[in-house]
């Protein structure tokens, strides 16, 4: 149980174009979902926060317009780059909190990362 | 304010010795800690987390950590590693509403 999915799993891009990563919760419902950011043997850094029915909360620093989140249901939520640049290439990866989970223990599930390369 | 700091950015071990990942937090309140593994270019694997039942926490695959408030540490250890456990690992704790935050990471070396 709890797995989270990820659609695509690499997207190559052009510059200048902009590109769908899905998040998807296939066996739970999720009021609320993560989007983080991780470079080459780096950590995680969290980009947003994404409520169901809501608009999304977004990390100091991260740009709201060129990342662009959706969570239309309680099993999906979408991250679209706008305009993706080289410096946008990056390991995407997503977390999903289940909706009987108590705010206390914060306990998420995450999905097995987008790769995307801008060229 | 929360923070969790991983002490070693590598570790290497042979193949059957122990394994110790050690990790610092510190946090305003009872906090909750979790252990994440993960292989390369896949996502993260809970390992196991505290939430305060039990101070000596069992995971999957053999790790288990202890939470010491004394020291706020929450060491990541298992008693003989294997080729399989060769990843990196992340120490996290948890702030109230969800979000997490994440230590830089350990990557874990096992040599044959």
Redo the contacts between chains.
């Keep these: 149980g709890a797995v989270v999915s990820q659609h695509p799993s690499r997207v190559i891009c052009k510059s200048g174009t902009s590109v769908k990563i899905e998040c998807r919760s296939l066996d739970f419902q999720a009021t609320t979902m993560f989007w983080y950011r991780q470079f080459p043997k780096q950590s995680l850094m969290l980009m947003a926060t994404s409520n169901e029915g809501s608009k999304a909360t977004y990390e100091q620093g991260v740009e709201k317009d060129k990342f662009l989140i959706n969570h239309a249901s309680l099993t999906l939520s979408t991250l679209t780059v706008t305009s993706a640049h080289p410096e946008d290439s990056s390991f995407y990866i997503c977390s999903a909190r289940p909706k009987s989970t108590g705010d206390l223990y914060g306990e998420q599930y995450f999905g097995p990362g987008t790769r995307l390369t801008v060229t | 304010a929360q923070s969790v700091t991983q002490l070693d950015s590598h570790v290497s071990v042979s193949e059957g010795t122990p394994v110790l990942l050690r990790c610092n937090y510190s946090s305003s309140y009872s906090p909750?800690l979790?252990w994440?593994v993960q292989h390369p270019?896949?996502?993260?694997?809970?390992l196991l987390?505290y939430?305060s039942a039990a101070t000596l926490v069992k995971g999957i695959n053999g790790f288990e950590a202890e939470f010491k408030k004394s020291e706020t540490s929450f060491h990541l250890t298992k008693p003989s590693a294997h080729m399989s456990d060769a990843a990196e690992y992340?120490c996290v704790v948890?702030?109230?509403?969800?979000?997490?935050i994440?230590?830089?990471?350990t990557e874990l070396s096992v040599k044959p």
């Design positions: 909750s979790f994440y270019n896949k996502g993260l694997q809970l987390k939430t992340f948890t702030l109230w509403g969800g979000k997490l994440f230590g830089q990471g």
